[in-house]
């Protein structure tokens, strides 16, 4: 029975290790060609980062055209950084909104910088991934969504940012997966009963890799960042 029970324990580990090992992730191979444009706006966008202390100034609202490949706008990639060449040399970029229909449309301070002065119009610029981060702190940090309050305990909106490139795909409490609502890296989560401060969210990563956090330990933030 002792080897029974051992061989299974074995094979379960077996098939957690390779699942681990075959589950896709995004590639940090850098797309070029990709067409880019100047995005004259001051907003908090699509992604609705929260108000914090950030390393990185520059933004960018990423499309979904082919010539994007992977790095083609979803929620998950929100609050991430990207390094952007448009021939003048590379810059690190938080990707900030949304450009459906698009491809790289550079917020005025990121045109500027990238394009040396260009006057705004259209470009072919480069991008990958970064596992800079886009936050002036180390490791990653668990939010509430700026306008989704925190003492709602039968609704949480709580998502994980600052995770040196590594995307989360899932988020779950005691089991039960919360869901994008929008397009931000929030999960939404409502049960139809209250859902303790003292639950912890298990965020889940590209790669199976696993976060908990308390939600008492998420941290709440009223306004969003702007950008522009």
Same mark, same amino acid.
Request: with cysteine; net charge neutral; proline share 4%.
């Given at each position: 029975?002792?080897?029974?029970?051992?061989?299974?324990? =074995?094979?379960?580990?077996? /098939?957690?290790?390779?699942? #681990?090992?075959?589950?896709?992730?995004?590639?940090?191979?850098?797309?070029?060609?990709?067409?880019?444009?100047?995005?004259?706006?001051?907003?908090?966008?699509?992604?609705e980062?929260?108000?914090?202390?950030?390393?990185?100034?520059?933004?960018?609202?990423?499309?979904?055209?082919?010539?994007?490949?992977?790095?083609? &706008?979803? #929620?998950?990639?929100?609050?991430?950084? /990207?390094?952007?060449?448009?021939?003048?040399?590379? =810059?690190?970029?938080?990707?900030?909104?949304?450009?459906?229909?698009g491809?790289?449309?550079?917020?005025?301070?990121?045109?500027?910088?990238?394009?040396?002065?260009?006057?705004?119009?259209v470009?072919?610029?480069?991008?990958?991934?970064?596992?800079?981060?886009?936050?002036? &702190?180390?490791?990653?940090?668990?939010?509430?969504k700026?306008?989704s309050?925190?003492d709602?305990?039968?609704?949480?909106?709580?998502? =994980?940012?600052?995770?040196?490139?590594?995307?989360?795909?899932? !988020?779950?409490?005691?089991?039960?997966?919360?869901?994008?609502?929008?397009?931000?890296?929030?999960? !939404?989560?409502?049960?139809?009963?209250?859902?303790?401060?003292?639950?912890?969210?298990?965020?889940?990563?590209?790669?199976?890799?696993?976060?908990?956090?308390?939600?008492?330990?998420?941290?709440?933030?009223?306004?969003?960042?702007?950008?522009?």
């Amino acid at each position: 029975m002792i080897q029974i029970i051992s061989f299974i324990t =074995l094979f379960g580990l077996l /098939i957690a290790n390779y699942v #681990s090992a075959t589950w896709p992730k995004t590639s940090n191979d850098q797309v070029s060609g990709v067409h880019t444009t100047h995005h004259g706006a001051h907003e908090a966008g699509a992604c609705e980062l929260p108000k914090s202390s950030y390393a990185i100034s520059y933004s960018v609202a990423l499309g979904n055209i082919e010539s994007l490949k992977h790095l083609k &706008f979803r #929620s998950e990639l929100c609050g991430h950084v /990207i390094q952007i060449d448009c021939g003048n040399g590379p =810059l690190d970029v938080v990707i900030t909104n949304s450009n459906l229909g698009g491809g790289l449309d550079l917020y005025a301070s990121t045109w500027k910088r990238l394009t040396n002065g260009m006057s705004p119009g259209v470009t072919s610029c480069s991008a990958k991934l970064s596992t800079r981060n886009a936050f002036n &702190f180390n490791g990653p940090r668990c939010y509430y969504k700026p306008d989704s309050p925190a003492d709602n305990e039968y609704y949480r909106n709580v998502g =994980l940012l600052n995770t040196n490139g590594r995307i989360v795909t899932s !988020a779950t409490i005691d089991n039960r997966s919360g869901e994008h609502r929008g397009t931000n890296p929030f999960f !939404a989560f409502d049960f139809g009963r209250p859902i303790s401060v003292d639950k912890q969210v298990v965020f889940t990563f590209e790669g199976g890799e696993t976060h908990a956090v308390h939600l008492r330990d998420c941290e709440y933030q009223a306004n969003k960042q702007m950008w522009s």
